[in-house]
């Protein structure tokens, strides 16, 4: 398998930590590359459009949808949407890189299902709720209805860890990056 079509995606619930695992490994790794995700959702001040996410309308997203431009795509909640778009993996695999996701669950699982066996799907475990409600509480960009909708999904999220090719555990970060990087070089190498 060429490593140009390759994908590697971490997923797990919102407050794992994937987003930050995922950061590490784009900066040891140059092989790899940041799929970056449309979604309706707003933007939150620290991002940037085109480098974080690709914020979409609601309609321009569907839209996409219809025009079958996406991979996958998911309604995480109500009227916010998600999707990894056909164009942004080409892009990747152009520039003969890796594609890394870092995506919600059920995308994960489709993009899998799409692209297997050259998918790795690797699932960030933080242990246990309790531990999601205190990083959610600490990142403070959530209100506390979204906080709410969030830990209930991640209740859905956590029991799916068992689907995945690979699930770690990140109680210790440092460990955990350490885990995910032992994966990734093993994938790469095709020993998984």
């Known amino acids: 398998m060429t490593p140009e079509k390759k994908i590697i995606i971490l997923a797990g619930p919102s407050g794992s930590g994937k987003t930050t695992i995922s950061k590490h490994l784009l900066e040891k790794n140059s092989i790899l590359s940041f799929s970056i ?20 309308t609601e309609s321009d997203f569907r839209e996409k949808m219809q025009m079958d431009e996406f991979v996958e795509t998911e309604e995480v909640y109500a009227g916010i949407l998600y999707g990894t778009l056909k164009s942004e993996m080409e892009r990747i695999w152009n520039i ?3 594609p890394m996701l870092d995506i919600d669950v059920y995308g994960a699982l489709n993009i899998k299902e799409k692209f297997a066996p050259q998918a790795l799907t690797v699932f960030i475990h933080p242990g246990d709720v309790e531990t999601l409600k205190r990083r959610l509480k600490l990142r403070a960009t959530e209100n506390e209805e979204s906080s709410r909708k969030r830990i209930h999904r991640a209740e859905e999220e956590l029991s799916m860890s068992g689907i995945f090719d690979k699930t770690v555990l990140n109680i210790d970060l440092a460990t955990a990056q350490a885990e995910v990087q032992q994966i990734l070089d093993n994938y790469l190498s095709d020993k998984i």
């Open 37 to 56: 995700s449309a979604t309706t959702r707003a933007k939150r001040s620290n991002e940037i459009d085109g480098q974080d996410y690709y914020f979409l």
């Open 96 to 98: 003969g890189k890796v």
